[in-house]
């Protein structure tokens, strides 16, 4: 990946003018590398686990409720407690918390080993960590400040930074913070889980201390491609991308935030100034021609192989019925053409982040 893109510097905080600054990543090209005639297309892989992935990753039941730990059971794979009225279409076992780990790698290598793009302080004393996942970086990073990390499973290592305490949460709900408390709200990968993107950025402005700012990172999950290397008949274009526009329409629930333009529309909606939008692309596979994205789209496809069942077993009972046949068979034809390298696939992630202004 080249150059991150450059953050605005420091603003005047006389200027309190909504203003959306539009841009492309500096990405390089997303352009295939050649293919050897004698390379494997793809492999055989009947499983979504991968043994080489190893994972520490343990759940603290510390002054938690039993109430909390009542989760969910699908066909084996557990899900966040029905307590919740946020229904998040993954699970939360260790199998689901590697893809997110990876996820979480990825990422941040797209960004230049950065956790975020908003211009921050450095001095800042409050973060807000909405959807936090397994992650206690922030809390590494900036070890001065106080970090909040919510989530609706209590899914962390059971050490964490000094300056981090996880709290069970659902962000769908009203917020319990008082207003102008967090000098930095960070926002990731909640795609499927919002049902309504203005309500969830009134609630962060309005926690959001004056001159703090917000970043929100969603990822549309259809495949797209720039080559017509993904065919009519893919899988990607019968199965993949028909599954989450369904799911938008008997959920209610966008899987489509980028298209949709949710994010920007909710940050403009709030009040916040200086807002910036940031997008990439994300290969699926180590099809690029340039190294890092190559190096990223193999954590992507990796991300998806490891379990491709926790990500679409509940979309599938949703949309086409819990007893139909031809589950297993389709997920088989998703990793083959994940792994193709004559498939040129890439899904589109989006960073938006504002100020909130210092006058309101």
């Given amino acids: 990946m080249a150059d991150q893109p450059t953050a605005p510097g420091a603003q005047s905080t006389s200027s309190n003018t909504p203003h959306l600054d539009t841009s492309t990543s500096h990405q390089p090209e997303l352009i295939a590398a050649p293919q050897n005639e004698d390379e494997p297309d793809d492999f055989d892989d009947n499983s979504d686990a991968d043994s080489a992935l190893g994972n520490d990753v343990a759940s603290s039941t510390n002054s938690m409720t039993a109430s909390i730990l009542e989760y969910r059971t699908i066909k084996g794979r557990t899900f966040h407690s029905e307590k919740h009225e946020s229904k998040y279409f993954t699970p939360n076992d260790e199998q689901q918390l590697q893809s997110q780990e990876i996820t979480h790698h ?137 599954l989450w526009r369904e799911m938008t329409k008997k959920l209610g629930i966008s899987f489509q935030v980028l298209e949709e333009r949710l994010q920007n529309k909710g940050f403009e909606e709030a009040g916040f100034v200086d807002i910036k939008e940031v997008n990439y692309k994300l290969p699926i596979g180590g099809w690029p021609l340039d190294r890092k994205l190559a190096e990223i789209g193999e954590y992507t496809s990796l991300t998806l192989i490891n379990d491709l069942e926790g990500y679409t077993l509940l979309p599938w009972n949703i949309v086409h019925g819990e007893n139909t046949p031809g589950y297993q068979e389709t997920l088989a034809y998703m990793r083959r053409e994940v792994r193709s390298r004559s498939v040129h696939g890439y899904m589109k992630v989006r960073y938006v982040y504002g100020r909130k202004p210092e006058t309101t």
Wanted: contains cysteine.
């Fill in 106 to 242: 990825y990422l941040t290598i797209m960004l230049g080993d950065k956790l975020f793009l908003a211009p921050v302080k450095e001095d800042m004393e409050k973060v807000l960590d909405i959807g936090t996942g397994t992650g206690a970086d922030m809390g590494d990073q900036y070890p001065n400040a106080e970090v909040t990390g919510t989530d609706l499973s209590p899914t962390q290592p059971l050490w964490m930074p000094p300056n981090v305490k996880f709290e069970i949460d659902d962000c769908t709900k009203d917020w319990t913070w008082s207003p102008n408390t967090f000098d930095f709200i960070h926002i990731r990968y909640l795609f499927g889980a919002i049902s309504d993107w203005n309500e969830l950025f009134r609630q962060a402005y309005r926690c959001c201390k004056p001159g703090g700012w917000v970043q929100s990172c969603e990822c549309d999950v259809l495949m797209c491609c720039d080559d017509g290397s993904i065919k009519e008949d893919s899988i990607f274009n019968t199965f993949w991308n028909p």
